[in-house]
């Protein structure tokens, strides 16, 4: 959401900015239906004054006496022009913030220029990517030759992008997102949060997920919204608020199922487990001031590779470009993973700083020592990472071509019950009932 008083201002600062992104110029509309409503409400503002000076009139000519019937029917003029000019006024209102809810953040200034992933700049590169002599199976082969992954009965039951899981691979899906809690809430300083996975319209639009990528996510029969990420949950913690305590960063950390229709992805990685309509995810979000928020970016960032880091993991850091940031981001680190069954880097966690965009959407304030007027927060949300894709890393990276199996990351040890590999199963996924 953006400050209409900043944008009379400045008009042509946003549609600067805004024309990074690849849009056409905003604020001729934008401040179209502002005049109007402003001019709406003079209007009304002016009658009611008349109102308020014609009806002492009317009381002080009754009291001598006198013939008010030509005042009475000006008051009932202005009553009925009143009414008329707040039902345009609200018309207009809604059609003005209808407007700046569909229109993305400003970008910042560090944002690189570009058209589309391919104008992405690398900031730094960890590791070296795994490139061996045989070609490594991508993780459905892996997974399958397992006997653990299973897409067929999952599509009996649900449909398509739907994966069931079993026996040693569901473990190590489980063991992934204990091993990034436990580091988030140990060594990274974030609070470990249980939010709720149904949300109410207020909160998808807090952070920006309605109204303009309603299509995109999945609504229960009651209103209900399922969260396509636990951002939502976590960033509307501090909706409504004006923050006193001044113990800022707050950080939250959440492990939590993820739905996403996909509906903008029709067509794209249709094979296995890259982009599924439920996954699990760990979420990091912070909430901050201002002057802390790029130095927050940076840390959470380092969070997320340090996940990637201990799990032995190569990947490489990317600044997201002005054709390719998200809708509600001002500033985006991409990291992304190298998959040797692909033989590329594909995305696996997205560190965004928002700025007060979410802020203002959810009204969400605080109020600096010695200050006495409350300034909007910074919200900063990043993947901690996305289980299923690490478990996809780690399928590829730690698979062993002599006998199918995939070995266990030292870190994912303590969680894995004493398995340090997964071996395949005998008699495969038709086996699931007595694999256990």
């Given at each position: 959401?953006?400050?209409?008083?900043a944008?009379?201002?400045?008009?042509a600062?946003?549609?600067?900015?805004?024309?990074?992104?690849?849009l056409?110029?905003?604020t001729?509309?934008?401040?179209?239906?502002?005049e109007?409503?402003?001019?709406a409400?003079t209007e009304m503002?002016?009658?009611?004054?008349?109102?308020?000076?014609?009806?002492?009139?009317i009381?002080?000519l009754k009291a001598?006496?006198?013939?008010a019937?030509?005042?009475?029917?000006?008051?009932?003029?202005?009553?009925?022009?009143?009414?008329?000019?707040?039902?345009?006024?609200?018309a207009?209102s809604?059609?003005?913030?209808?407007?700046l809810?569909?229109?993305?953040?400003m970008?910042d200034d560090?944002?690189?220029?570009?058209?589309?992933?391919h104008?992405?700049?690398e900031?730094?590169?960890i590791?070296t990517?795994?490139?061996?002599a045989?070609p490594t199976?991508?993780?459905v082969?892996?997974?399958?030759?397992?006997?653990?992954?299973d897409f067929?009965?999952?599509?009996?039951m649900?449909?398509?992008?739907?994966?069931?899981?079993?026996s040693?691979?569901?473990?190590?899906?489980r063991?992934?997102?204990?091993?990034?809690?436990?580091?988030?809430?140990?060594e990274?300083?974030y609070?470990?949060v249980?939010?709720?996975?149904?949300?109410r319209?207020?909160?998808m639009y807090?952070?920006?997920?309605?109204?303009k990528?309603?299509e995109?996510q999945?609504?229960?029969?009651r209103?209900?919204?399922?969260?396509?990420?636990a951002?939502?949950?976590?960033?509307?913690?501090?909706?409504?608020?004006?923050?006193?305590?001044?113990a800022?960063?707050?950080r939250?950390?959440?492990?939590?199922?993820c739905?996403?229709?996909?509906?903008?992805a029709?067509?794209?990685d249709t094979r296995?487990m890259?982009?599924?309509h439920?996954f699990?995810k760990v979420?990091?979000?912070?909430i901050?001031?201002?002057?802390q928020?790029e130095?927050?970016h940076q840390r959470?960032?380092?969070c997320a590779?340090?996940?990637?880091?201990k799990?032995?993991?190569?990947?490489?850091?990317?600044?997201?470009c002005s054709g390719d940031i998200?809708f509600g981001?001002?500033?985006?680190?991409?990291?992304?993973?190298w998959?040797?069954?692909?033989?590329?880097?594909?995305?696996?966690?997205?560190c965004s700083?928002?700025?007060?965009?979410?802020?203002?959407?959810m009204k969400?304030r605080?109020r600096?020592?010695?200050?006495?007027?409350t300034?909007f927060?910074?919200?900063?949300?990043?993947s901690g990472?996305?289980?299923g894709?690490?478990?996809?890393a780690?399928l590829?990276?730690?698979?062993?071509p002599?006998?199918?199996?995939?070995?266990?990351?030292?870190?994912?040890?303590p969680y894995?019950?004493?398995?340090?590999?997964?071996?395949?199963?005998?008699?495969?996924?038709e086996r699931?009932?007595a694999?256990?």
């Open positions: 959401m953006h400050d209409i008083n944008i009379r201002k400045d008009p600062a946003f549609d600067k900015n805004w024309a990074r992104r690849g056409a110029a905003q001729p509309a934008i401040l179209k239906l502002d109007e409503r402003r001019a409400q503002q002016t009658l009611l004054q008349r109102r308020n000076e014609a009806s002492k009139e009381g002080a001598k006496g006198g013939d019937a030509a005042l009475m029917a000006e008051v009932a003029g202005l009553k009925d022009r009143t009414a008329e000019l707040e039902q345009k006024e609200a207009l809604e059609s003005l913030n209808a407007l809810s569909a229109l993305p953040n970008l560090a944002t690189p220029d570009g058209k589309d992933e104008d992405n700049k900031v730094r590169k590791g990517p795994k490139n061996p045989t199976p991508d993780h082969a892996i997974g399958e030759g397992l006997g653990m992954m067929d009965t999952a599509a009996k649900s449909g398509s992008r739907f994966v069931l899981m079993h040693g691979l569901a473990r190590m899906e063991a992934l997102a204990q091993f990034m809690l436990d580091l988030h809430t140990t990274h300083g609070t470990e249980s939010p709720p996975l149904m949300v319209d207020q909160t807090g952070t920006g997920q309605l109204p990528f309603a995109d999945f609504k229960t029969t209103g209900d919204w399922l969260i396509p990420t951002e939502v949950p976590l960033t509307n913690i501090v909706a409504d608020m004006i923050i006193e305590d001044h800022f960063p707050r939250y950390t959440a492990f939590t199922p739905f996403r229709q996909e509906a903008g029709a067509g794209k296995g890259i982009r599924q439920q699990y979420e990091m979000v912070s901050t001031t201002p002057e928020s130095e927050e959470m960032t380092a590779e340090n996940v990637l880091k799990l032995g993991l190569s990947f490489r850091t990317m600044a997201l998200g981001s001002r500033k985006t680190y991409d990291l992304e993973v998959l040797p069954g692909q033989q590329k880097y594909r995305e696996i966690s997205s700083n928002c700025g007060d965009f979410q802020a203002r959407r969400a605080f600096a020592p010695g200050e006495k007027d300034r927060v910074h919200t900063l949300n990043g990472v996305a289980v894709r690490a478990l996809i780690v590829e990276n730690y698979y062993d002599a006998d199918g199996g995939v070995f266990v990351p030292d870190v994912l040890l894995m019950g004493g398995m340090k590999k997964i071996l395949p199963l005998k008699g495969g996924a699931l009932t694999a256990g």
